[in-house]
């Protein structure tokens, strides 16, 4: 048996942005993977950096547990860890030496640690797992508590799917979610309490999370995925079933928040789940995260009924030759549907938005604020162009990045390719659009004349940055003089 120490870098203080957002879930790939461990015959400790302060946390975590190994295992569901913010990229590398400092071995895995192992292991990691790394891992493992005097190089020899000092930019294809990763994940090594207080203390109710799938089969330009490819695996609907009601039973979460990629994706799969948690008393108001050419009627109805309180649709823009470009593969008029059919089963309807993608125009932006118009969905997020390695979007912008890859947090909000406009113009945009939904939204018994002073605030303050949009570009484009003048006229 091997005294392991699980744990992960994503420290909610280090994102302003999301620490006023107040809405931190435990690390729910770091906690099966606690599980997968511990199931092996380990002792397993959770260091869980969520709501730790900071790094300065983490010695003290590493004496208590005093481990042979630390597996800092990010949280795959968390779409933050997909961004390789460099603020927990250099969280991690403190981490790994804190942890090389006191002899331990030290295994690294996730997005960032995929796509640049040298990173991590100038840092002092002895191994980064490629992608999953679920094999790989437990090889390490089983080889380490045969043998723990092995040496270093006898430890790693041989092992496929790792980077290593000797192998730093080695590279594996992603792999296909493995299915020892199944089962309850290990919550009882999370400070349930401590998330419990700060949910309830900032939005008066407690979410948690869960996952009926792990990996994406669509092909949009600009999401990376260094973990699972293209592969998909969903869950077995009665054994979701059955997790959710074990967490309403011993944790009496008010909300679940399935941290999906795409959430169902056949309707036969919901209709059964709805069945399932409904012969249980399971169900838990729940959101997820689905494509509109998804919600179709039938799947709107099969949603409603197994529970779930708010759908978030992939919009991304109101123009279909950028959905074109982003190989979408969704159109501006499913958008819209999907919004109504989800909204007539009572279902809250949320769009993600993205501004700035290559090609983009003003024309384009504004299409973006029809459609926001048109849909009225009931609320927004809104991010500007990211390109992530590994993409086919990335590969495009390359050349511009020069030394800035990475956004330090969340909430940065910054161009760090060449678009039409720079990074103020596009913050603009996005608290335009917001303010555009939230007096969508207001209250139907608010005021009319009140109403109508924040419309034409709000109009006026669109004019007024269409106006100034030349201060913001970055170079001119053919024909946009024209369309301009069109659109101030009216």
């Known amino acids: 048996m091997l005294k392991i120490q699980v744990g992960h870098s994503y420290f909610l203080r280090y994102d302003p942005k999301q620490w006023e957002r107040g809405k931190p879930y435990p690390p729910l790939a770091t906690l099966h993977v606690a599980a997968l461990l511990r199931r092996a015959g380990h002792a397993v400790s959770l260091f869980d950096a969520m709501l730790a302060d900071g790094v300065e946390d983490y010695p003290a975590a590493l004496r208590d547990a005093a481990p042979d190994l630390v597996v800092l295992y990010e949280d795959n569901f968390n779409f933050l860890t997909k961004m390789c913010l460099s603020r927990m990229r250099e969280a991690a590398c403190g981490m790994v030496a804190a942890a090389r400092a ?18 991590f292991l100038a840092a002092g990691a ?9 094999q790989a891992l437990t090889q390490l493992v089983s080889r380490m508590q045969r ?27 992603a792999q296909a979610p493995d299915p020892r990763l199944s089962g309850l994940p290990a919550w009882d090594l999370v ?15 407690f ?32 054994a979701l079933a059955a997790e959710m009601t074990h967490l309403k039973r011993s944790y009496a979460p008010d909300h679940i928040w399935m941290a999906d990629d795409i959430f169902g994706f056949h309707v036969e799969w919901v ?83 993205q501004l700035g993608y290559l090609g983009e125009t003003l024309q384009d932006l504004l299409a973006t604020r029809e459609l926001i118009a048109r849909a009225r969905p ?35 909000l910054a161009m760090m ?14 608290d335009l659009l917001h303010a555009q939904v939230e007096l969508q939204c207001a209250p139907a018994g608010a005021a009319d004349d009140e109403t109508q002073r924040r419309r034409a605030q709000l109009e006026s303050a669109w004019q007024a940055l269409i106006a100034r949009e030349s201060e913001h570009r970055s170079e001119p484009a053919a024909g946009d003089g024209r369309r301009i003048a069109a659109v101030l006229q009216g």
């Not at 002895?126 to 679920?134: K, T, Y």
Request: proline share 4%.
């Open 378 to 412: 009931d609320d927004i997020g809104v991010s500007v162009a990211y390109p992530l390695p590994g993409t086919s979007f990335f590969r495009e912008v390359e050349s511009q990045l020069g030394g800035k890859t990475h956004w330090r947090d969340s909430g940065e």
């Open 417 to 430: 390719f060449r678009g039409a406009y720079d990074s103020a113009f596009y913050r603009r945009v996005r």
């Open 191 to 205: 400070d349930i309490e401590r998330y419990r207080r700060l949910w309830r203390e900032r939005h008066g109710h």
């Open 102 to 119: 006191r002899g331990c071995r030290v295994i690294v895995a996730g997005s960032d640690a995929s796509d640049h192992p040298e990173v």
């Open 147 to 173: 043998d723990p005097a092995s040496d270093d190089a006898q430890w790693l020899s041989g092992v496929d799917g790792i980077a290593t000092a000797a192998s730093p930019h080695a590279r594996a294809d």
């Open 207 to 238: 979410s948690l999370n869960m996952a009926a799938s792990r990996g994406c089969p669509f092909r949009c330009s600009w999401c990376a995925k260094p973990i699972w490819g293209n592969h998909y695996k969903r869950a077995d609907a009665q």
């Open 271 to 353: 209709e059964e789940f709805a069945d399932r948690l409904a012969a249980a008393d399971g169900p838990v108001p729940f959101t997820i995260q689905t494509r509109a050419d998804l919600a179709s009627e039938r799947m709107a109805a099969a949603l409603a009924r197994a529970g779930c309180a708010e759908a978030w649709i992939g919009a991304e823009s109101g123009s279909q030759e950028v959905l074109d470009r982003m190989n979408k593969g969704t159109d501006v008029a499913s958008l819209i549907a999907a919004r109504e059919r989800l909204g007539r089963h009572g279902v809250r309807v949320g769009f993600f938005i």
């Open 126 to 134: 002895h191994a980064v797992l490629l992608g999953e790394g679920i």
